[in-house]
């Protein structure tokens, strides 16, 4: 069964930075491309960041780049999203999700609020 | 950047019915389209794939159709498990891009 579980969310003043991961179990990690998709309280859906399957390439929306840095580290199927220079627009539940070209599995997303 | 048009925002229905959404791209994204399924305090979870392909463990009284830019999604025989917020995508082009989105609620 795949399984992806987020952690690293919380309260952060605008400014800062958080660093959010992702563990993923129940499938081959390093044989799949893997994102990030935001949505911010009562909102639609933002994708926000993905790397290709040996983290060679990222692809990210000018809304983040620059700021999110997305890595992962295949030995440990772990997925990471670096957020620096928060803003309030930045607020949203963030869900780590599996892109073999949609988004097939999602996890069961982490909260992110910036505020001060 | 391609733009994703859902409609409606919001839709009432009663059970049995059945129900249509609609997705419009500003572009010919050549059916590389998905629908999400969203229910109250969860996760989006993937409904149809490749514009009319439906994913594993989705009833059959979903389904997916369209060409070019223009999609939609049916829902036979509404039932109450069926209450959600559904999200077309489309993966043709970078960025990857969602519709705004519909909430479907029992009349």
């Known amino acids: 069964e795949v399984q992806l579980v987020e952690s690293g969310g919380g309260l952060v003043q605008p400014g800062r930075s958080l660093k959010l991961s992702c563990a993923a179990s129940g499938f081959t990690f390093s044989n799949y491309y893997m994102a990030w998709v935001r949505q911010a309280p009562k909102k639609g859906l933002e994708w926000v960041a993905t790397?290709?399957?040996?983290?060679?390439?990222?692809y990210y929306p000018d809304s983040v780049k620059g700021r999110f840095t997305i890595s992962r580290d295949n030995a440990k199927s772990s997925l990471y999203l670096q957020m620096n220079s928060l803003k309030s627009e930045d607020t949203a539940t963030y869900y780590c999700?599996?892109?073999?070209?949609?988004?097939?599995?999602w996890g069961q997303g982490v909260m992110v609020t910036v505020s001060s | 950047d391609i733009q994703m048009t859902q409609s409606p925002a919001s839709l009432s229905a009663s059970l049995g019915e059945t129900v249509t959404i609609e997705c419009r791209a500003s572009e010919d994204i050549y059916s590389n389209l998905a629908w999400y399924q969203q229910k109250p305090g969860n996760s989006p979870q993937l409904l149809i794939y490749d514009a009319n392909s439906l994913a594993d463990g989705v009833p059959s009284r979903f389904s997916g159709s369209g060409s070019g830019t223009q999609y939609s999604l049916k829902i036979n025989s509404l039932q109450s498990e069926d209450v959600a917020s559904y999200f077309c995508q489309q993966y043709n082009n970078y960025p990857w891009t969602f519709g705004g989105g519909t909430k479907l609620e029992l009349k």
């Open positions: 790397i290709s399957t040996s983290g060679s390439r990222t």
């Open positions: 999700a599996r892109q073999p070209a949609f988004f097939d599995y």
